[in-house]
């Protein structure tokens, strides 16, 4: 048991503390925060899961996240693609490849809605950043700088849509209670009037094919352009998607027009660094072999506890049928006789009992004690019980007895 203790000492350690860090973990990955902004994985208010779990609920129309790459996502008929929360890096000039290809599923049927990340201009006063700040307060990021401006293209543009669509932050300052975008008259009827609106991108066209369908101080800020079967929705702002919109500012009916008529919506994580790689635990996950996986951990656990100490009592008997002696784990012969010995034999008696063991190996063939061991008892009767109790010295002289004895 001595021995035993130690090792679940350390199990019961492991397993506490293994408790503790996936329940730090689980309140991490409920809360969400570790995702990137306006991920359908986040619950704060800067994510986007009430939406996700909103359409979840919704009857004849499916929800699901995509980790894919685009270039293996498939199967884009009659289906909304949202890329909420696009950084401006996206839309530059040279990344030519992600509109075109997001021009790809439009055209195969989809609807794509492109919002973008507006935090980094700021939002409407009455709203705080996760980590307190106010918009005014955090250092503009190089990706916010203006870039070299096409020919046709405003000197203040920071990303543009193929050159056909220019953002660039907003002329002039808003007031809080200019943060609101109106319908333009343009738009379908079921649109609300006037949006919640705190992001201060705004965007500027090239051309009349795409329609703006919702401006602000005579800026486009929500636009519209069909290809092929499909369509793309332009948004200067992510906001109306995010969880905090669906609390201070909710618009079903934007919502509604913004999802279309869709038979699923495909919530896209991969623009925000969150994609699928297939491996072991995704094979698992796939095929549904939790049990396969759990079942091997138990029988890992019971191979290091049967190294330590046997499930089964050991057998006590040999193949005669006679009791085995009983072997004691950590020592050797030796420490095993010194212990047997100091249970066994007293102090005072444990040189005469040497001296006995010694004389019935030393007999007369009629079985008398030898001359020698004769000699050696009279000597052993001439010390008192004190010198016997301190049997070192006298066993010291009977040595020297015999040894003189020997080489007469």
């Not at 698992?284 to 996986?293: E, N, P, Q, S």
């Not at 009791?323 to 095993?336: A, K, L, T, W, Y």
């Amino acid at each position: 048991m001595r021995r035993k203790g130690p090792i679940i000492a350390a199990i019961l350690a492991c397993a506490a503390l293994a408790f503790g860090l996936l329940h730090i973990f689980s309140i991490r990955f409920s809360i969400g925060d570790i995702y990137p902004a306006y991920s359908s994985l986040r619950a704060d208010p800067l994510g986007t899961r009430a939406l996700y779990e909103s359409i979840v609920h919704l009857r004849g129309v499916e929800a699901e996240r995509s980790f894919q790459p685009l270039d293996r996502m498939e199967g884009a008929e009659h289906v909304t693609l949202l890329f909420t929360g696009l950084r401006i890096s996206a839309l530059d000039r040279n990344a030519t490849n992600f509109p075109k290809r997001l021009i790809e599923f439009a055209e195969q049927g989809a609807r794509v809605v492109i919002g973008l990340d507006a935090r980094d201009t700021g939002m409407n006063e009455i709203h705080e950043y996760q980590d307190g700040t106010r918009p005014g307060e955090r250092p503009a990021e190089p990706e916010t700088k203006a870039m070299d401006a096409e020919p046709d293209a405003p000197s203040d543009t920071v990303a543009s849509w193929l050159n056909e669509l220019y953002v660039l932050p907003h002329e002039e300052p808003l007031a809080p209670d200019e943060l609101q975008a109106r319908r333009t008259d343009g738009a379908a009827r079921e649109l609300p009037e006037t949006v919640a609106w705190p992001g201060l991108w705004q965007v500027e066209r090239a051309n009349d094919e795409w329609a703006v369908v919702y401006e602000r101080k005579e800026a486009a800020v929500v636009l519209e352009r069909a290809y092929g079967a499909g369509s793309i929705v332009f948004c200067s702002d992510s906001y109306l998607l995010s969880n905090e919109a669906l609390w201070r500012d909710r618009e079903p009916e934007f919502l509604n027009w913004l999802i279309g008529e869709a038979d699923q919506v495909r919530f896209v994580e991969t623009h925000h660094g969150l994609s699928e790689r297939i491996g072991v635990m995704t094979l698992i996950r796939a095929f549904r072999l939790h049990g396969v996986l759990a079942g091997l951990v138990v029988l890992a656990v019971l191979f290091v506890w049967r190294q330590n100490a046997p499930l089964i009592p050991p057998d006590t008997r040999t193949k005669g049928g006679e009791p085995e002696e009983e072997v004691i784990m950590g020592r050797d012969v030796h420490s095993g006789m010194i212990a047997l010995l100091k249970r066994a034999v007293p102090r005072r008696a444990l040189l005469a009992t040497c001296v006995d063991l010694w004389a019935a190996e030393h007999r007369t063939p009629d079985g008398a004690d030898t001359d020698e061991a004769q000699r050696v008892r009279n000597h052993l009767a001439q010390y008192s019980e004190s010198d016997v109790k301190n049997p070192v010295p006298l066993y010291r002289t009977i040595g020297r007895i015999i040894k003189e004895r020997k080489s007469l």
